[in-house]
């Protein structure tokens, strides 16, 4: 009697298991799997996103690395990722310290560091649009920031890590608040104050924390599309085109279907690439403190 339930039991998990794996199977196929794969294939045919196609081969991978315009796409991308993943995590970092400090309302301040996070990336680049082409100029009597070349890319990046930083900071003070009392107890008898307790205690024992979040900004800034749309379109005079910016007006609204499929098959790359190479050189890093 008492096999017999443990063996209903078990297939009663096996079938709830099952209930919720396939449906989401079925959606990551759908909407995951056979859009990688479809696109990889019109990476290699001359479509426009309509009509009949031809297959090209690699032509349109070798025209991507002589195409000025990607190759600037990709430059400017790689900018504003690097300095807006230092910015939030440096921000973010400090945030976290000063919210698990003790100070009064700790719980309304990381609630409302969160609110960022809930936005829409499209509304907030719409808000953040309007502030920089009225209300800025208006209280500094120049032109907007949006309209000049040398600084539009300024301005998203304060949108990015404006936005960026709520959730990186959940991320560290869970970091923080997992360092045992005792190692700061056992520094303070060791004479370990100010920065070097950070340095020598809190930061060789968050470094996971950090390691998760420099991949975590960096994938995201490195797909950097919404704030684009609603803030520059890619200008002035294409200044401001992300890769993921590119891929969409091109593709989809300039008939380079085909060539931007493949466009978005190297891009997919490279952002592998580089989380890869962080999390290897971060680990390590993990592993030297």
Same mark, same amino acid.
């Given at each position: 009697?008492? /096999?017999?339930?443990?063996?209903?039991?078990?297939?009663?998990? *096996?079938?709830?298991?099952?209930?919720?794996? $396939?449906?989401?199977?079925?959606?990551?196929?759908?909407?995951?799997?056979?859009?990688?794969?479809?696109?990889? %294939?019109?990476?290699?045919?001359?479509?426009?996103?309509?009509?009949?196609?031809?297959?090209?081969?690699?032509?349109?991978? $070798? @025209?991507?690395?002589? @195409?000025?315009?990607?190759? *600037?796409?990709?430059?400017?991308?790689?900018?504003?990722?690097?300095?807006?993943?230092?910015?939030? *995590?440096? $921000?973010?970092?400090?945030?976290?310290?000063?919210? /698990?400090?003790?100070?009064? %309302?700790?719980?309304?301040?990381?609630?409302?560091?969160?609110?960022?996070? &809930?936005?829409?990336?499209?509304?907030?680049?719409?808000?953040?649009?309007? %502030?920089?082409?009225?209300?800025?100029?208006?209280?500094?009597?120049?032109? /907007?920031?949006?309209?000049?070349?040398?600084?539009?890319?300024?301005?998203?990046?304060?949108?990015?890590?404006?936005?960026?930083?709520?959730?990186?900071?959940?991320?560290?003070?869970?970091?923080? /608040?997992?360092?045992?009392?005792?190692?700061?107890?056992?520094?303070?008898?060791?004479?370990?104050?100010?920065? @070097?307790? %950070?340095?020598?205690?809190?930061?060789?024992?968050?470094?996971?924390?950090?390691?998760?979040?420099?991949?975590?900004?960096?994938? @995201?800034?490195?797909?950097?599309?919404?704030?684009?749309?609603?803030?520059?379109?890619?200008?002035?005079?294409? #200044?401001?085109?992300?890769? #993921?910016?590119?891929?969409?007006?091109?593709?989809?609204?300039? #008939?380079?279907?085909?060539?931007?499929?493949?466009?978005?098959?190297?891009?997919?790359?490279?952002?592998?690439? &580089?989380? &890869?190479?962080?999390?290897?050189?971060? *680990? #390590?890093?993990?592993?030297?403190?």
């Amino acid at each position: 009697m008492a /096999s017999a339930a443990v063996s209903k039991a078990g297939s009663d998990r *096996n079938r709830t298991f099952l209930a919720i794996l $396939i449906p989401v199977l079925i959606l990551f196929i759908a909407f995951n799997t056979i859009p990688l794969l479809t696109g990889f %294939f019109y990476s290699f045919t001359d479509s426009k996103g309509y009509g009949a196609f031809e297959i090209v081969g690699l032509q349109n991978y $070798i @025209d991507l690395f002589q @195409d000025a315009r990607v190759g *600037n796409s990709y430059l400017f991308t790689f900018k504003i990722s690097v300095v807006s993943t230092i910015l939030v *995590n440096v $921000i973010s970092l400090m945030l976290a310290i000063g919210l /698990s400090s003790k100070i009064k %309302f700790k719980s309304a301040l990381r609630g409302i560091y969160f609110v960022p996070r &809930i936005l829409g990336g499209l509304v907030v680049g719409y808000v953040f649009s309007y %502030f920089f082409t009225y209300i800025v100029p208006a209280l500094t009597g120049t032109t /907007s920031m949006l309209a000049s070349k040398e600084w539009a890319w300024v301005a998203i990046v304060v949108v990015l890590v404006w936005q960026a930083c709520a959730q990186t900071t959940i991320i560290y003070i869970t970091g923080l /608040s997992s360092v045992p009392e005792d190692v700061y107890e056992a520094g303070a008898l060791d004479g370990a104050t100010g920065w @070097d307790k %950070f340095r020598y205690l809190t930061f060789p024992l968050i470094m996971p924390s950090i390691t998760t979040n420099m991949v975590l900004v960096m994938k @995201d800034m490195l797909m950097t599309f919404d704030q684009i749309v609603a803030m520059t379109s890619g200008g002035p005079a294409q #200044s401001t085109e992300s890769i #993921s910016y590119l891929i969409y007006q091109n593709g989809l609204n300039n #008939s380079q279907f085909g060539f931007q499929c493949a466009n978005a098959v190297i891009f997919f790359i490279v952002i592998a690439v &580089i989380s &890869i190479a962080q999390t290897k050189f971060l *680990n #390590s890093k993990e592993e030297q403190l």
